[in-house]
Nanobody, 114 residues
Framework: QVQLVESGGGSVTAGGSLRLSCAAS????????MGWYRQTPGKQRDLVAS???????NYADSVKGRFAISRDNAKKTVFLQMNSLKAEDTAVYYC????????WGQGTQVTVSS
């Protein structure tokens, strides 16, 4: 059974940094394209960063230049380094495969105060 466990969220002031981690108990992790998504109340869950099995990355325009996604295949873990955080980055952050997604984990709350 697939399990995704996100951690590392918290409350920071604008301009601060956080590093999120996602432990993924999935088979063939190293060949999967993984991503970080975020969701605010009443809105859809959006993909903000992805990383392929070869390490190629892609970012939403809103986080480009501030966020960095990485992965450790040996530990089946995906990371999201978030710098220069803004109030609009406040959301629950989830990791998952990028199409098709697995069942969602509980996410980790990120709150940025201005």
């Amino acid at each position: 059974q697939v399990q995704l466990v996100e951690s590392g969220g918290g409350s920071v002031t604008a301009g601060g940094s956080l590093r999120l981690s996602c432990a993924a108990s999935v088979s063939s992790f190293r060949v999967r394209t993984m991503g970080w998504y975020r969701q605010t109340p009443g809105k859809q869950r959006d993909l903000v960063a992805s990383i392929t099995n070869t390490g190629a990355t892609n970012y939403a325009d809103s986080v480009k230049g501030r966020f960095a996604i990485s992965r450790d295949n040996a530990k089946k873990t995906v990371f999201l380094q978030m710098n220069s955080l803004k109030a609009e980055d406040t959301a629950v952050y989830y990791c998952n495969q990028v199409v098709p997604t697995f069942s969602w984990g509980q996410g980790t709350q990120v709150t940025v105060s201005s």
